[in-house]
Antibody
């Protein structure tokens, strides 16, 4: 069974940093692209970042460019999101999602980890 | 950036009835459109990709249609487990993969 399990969320002050992790199992992690997608409380979905299977290609949403860094460790079957200079508007549930059957789609998704940015 | 509009915002239906959800793109996305289902407290789940192809394990009562700028998700006979929020997402101009605001299907 394909599983994605996020961790590392929590409460952080504005300007602070946090590192999210996503542990993958049940599939050959090294052959799939991965993404982070977030959802602010009571709001819709926003794609955050993409990383190709070998880390050769990386993309970010304009809203996080220069502040967030995506990375992966294929040996550990893990995806990461380093978040710096956090703002109140970064408060959201962060999901990791595997690249879906079409480039740009997402399937499946993890259960998410909540990041709250507040003083 | 391509903007997706979903209608209606809320759709009230009874179990066994047919539900039709719409998604409109501000410019053509060809057939590069997906639909996701999200139940309260759960992660989204991919239902449809390529505008009309059901994802693995998705029941046949879910169908997608359309191309260009107009798309439809149809649930032929609503089951109790289908009450959820449904999002469309375009990936024609990707990144970013923009999502619509969602349609809530409730009883």
């Amino acid at each position: 069974e394909v599983q994605l399990v996020e961790s590392g969320g929590g409460l952080v002050k504005p300007g602070g940093s946090l590192r999210l992790s996503c542990a993958a199992s049940g599939f050959t992690f090294s052959t799939y692209s991965m993404n982070w997608v977030r959802q602010a409380p009571g709001k819709g979905l926003e794609w955050v970042s993409y990383i190709s299977s070998s880390s050769s290609y990386i993309h970010y949403a304009d809203s996080v460019k220069g502040r967030f860094t995506i990375s992966r460790d294929n040996a550990k079957k893990s995806l990461y999101l380093q978040m710096n200079s956090l703002r109140a508007e970064d408060t959201a549930v962060y999901y990791c999602a595997r690249g879906g059957p079409h480039y740009g789609s997402f399937d499946p998704w993890g259960q998410g980890t909540l990041v709250t940015v507040s003083s | 950036e391509i903007v997706l509009t979903q209608s209606p915002a809320t759709l009230s239906v009874s179990p066994g009835e047919r539900a039709t959800l719409s998604c409109r793109a501000s410019q053509t996305v060809s057939s590069n459109l997906a639909w996701y289902q999200q139940k309260p407290g759960q992660a989204p789940r991919l239902l449809i990709y390529g505008a009309s192809t059901r994802a693995t394990g998705i029941p046949a009562r879910f169908s997608g249609s359309g191309s260009g700028t107009e798309f439809t998700l149809t649930i032929s006979s609503l089951q109790s487990e289908d009450f959820a929020v449904y999002y469309c997402q375009q990936y024609n101009n990707w990144p970013p993969g923009t999502f619509g605001p969602g349609t809530k299907v409730d009883i």
